[in-house]
């Protein structure tokens, strides 16, 4: 409904700048308004407020909770470690299996999601069945402000 709190990219945007420059793997969902319970179910739950420390904290290398995706919900990660589903559709061999997921993630639900490469550090970011590769992290929050009003 109306009620539902807007994300704030800021931190998010600050944890995949962060995270790019340290090669750290990430993939963040950000829920718009398909339910995505069954994604969290998936994984381990959280519910705690966004923060940088905390995103980076999740895909710190060797973390317990690096493996999956970290949900987002208005101003909540709701869980981590979530299993996405990997597109079926034909995508170049050199994507990796974040990629594949976060395709496969946009093409089920209306979610924004970001993958940061743990190869070289690009971040893309995928939605409606499509993803957009190498976003330079400066132009990063207002590409994913894009993506979130383009719902409204």
Do not use: W
Not at 27 to 51: N, P, T, Y
Not at 70 to 77: K, Q, S, W, Y
Not at 120 to 144: C, E, F, H, Q, Y
């Amino acid at each position: 409904g109306d009620d539902t709190v807007q994300t704030n990219v800021v931190p998010i945007v600050t944890a995949c700048r962060e995270m790019s420059e340290t090669k750290t793997g990430a993939l963040i969902v950000i829920g718009q308004q398909s339910d995505l319970r069954l994604i969290a179910e998936g994984g381990i739950a959280l519910d705690a407020k966004v923060s940088t420390s905390l995103i980076k904290n999740i895909f710190f290398k060797n973390a317990p909770l690096h493996d999956g995706a970290a949900l987002i919900e208005g101003d909540r990660i709701v869980a981590a470690k979530c299993i996405l589903p990997v597109t079926q559709s034909d995508v170049p061999k050199s994507f990796g299996t974040r990629h594949r997921a976060a395709i496969g993630m946009s093409e089920i639900s209306d979610a924004i999601i970001l993958v940061v490469s743990d190869e070289t550090g690009a971040i893309s970011i995928a939605n409606n069945g499509r993803i957009n590769l190498n976003i330079p992290s400066d132009r990063l929050g207002a590409v994913l402000q894009k993506y979130l009003i383009s719902k409204k």
